[in-house]
């Protein structure tokens, strides 16, 4: 008896409904002719009713697949599920919301930053720096506020390695390792819950 080793994926995004099949969802290794015929074995049809989001528990996979191969032995590893996000109506940006988002997270950050200035003290701190360094009394030292302003800017883009489109290297920035780990709780609070209704 062949083996199969499957291990499925953890997301999967569609833009219509359509049928699934084994290899949209799940990698396949096996020693076995039949590949190209597992893989093109239908596992599920997305309906209207399935709405936005659809979990497909390897349990099930494997329980079709052993009813439609009765020669073949399934061993799973890896995810346990597939989560299937199906985006049907895709609105497009408005100019005028994005201008707004971008507008209300642009005054939070400087208002964010210029009250952490004023609650260290910055200005009181470069004035002294201006006064150790030159021996003068200065309320704007300038040639420290200005090279500091604008390092603050340059240290935030390398912060979030991102320049619109440009990356300035391989590594995911905090924020990407954020999203991902918000993702990933997202998708196994989705999965538990599904497993959860099925069994009541």
């Known amino acids: ?22 290899k949209d969802i799940a990698h396949i290794a096996t020693t076995s002719f039949n590949q190209k015929t597992l893989e093109n074995t239908p596992i599920y049809n997305i309906t209207k009713a399935d709405r936005d989001i659809v979990v497909i528990d390897s349990f099930l996979v494997i329980e079709h697949l052993n009813q439609a191969y009765d020669n073949l032995e399934f061993q799973l590893i890896g995810p346990t599920y597939t989560v299937i996000r199906v985006t049907t109506n895709k609105h497009q940006l408005s100019v005028l919301m994005a201008t707004f988002v971008w507008l209300l997270l642009f005054i939070g950050a400087a208002m964010t930053i ?6 260290v003290g910055m200005q009181e701190v470069q004035q002294k720096l201006h006064y150790l360094l030159t021996g003068e009394n200065n309320k704007h030292p300038l040639w420290m506020q200005i090279p500091y302003s604008l390092g603050l800017g340059l240290g935030m ?8 489109k440009k990356r300035f290297n391989e590594e995911p920035s905090p924020l990407e390792i954020e999203l991902f780990k918000y993702q990933k709780d997202i998708d196994h609070y989705i999965s538990y819950y599904e497993n959860k209704m099925e069994d009541s």
């Open 1 to 22: 008896m062949d083996i199969v080793y499957i291990r499925m994926k953890k997301n999967l995004n569609v833009s219509h409904l359509q049928k699934i099949y084994l």
């Open 157 to 164: 883009l390398l912060f979030f390695n991102h320049w619109f």
């Open 114 to 119: 210029m009250n952490f200035h004023n609650d």
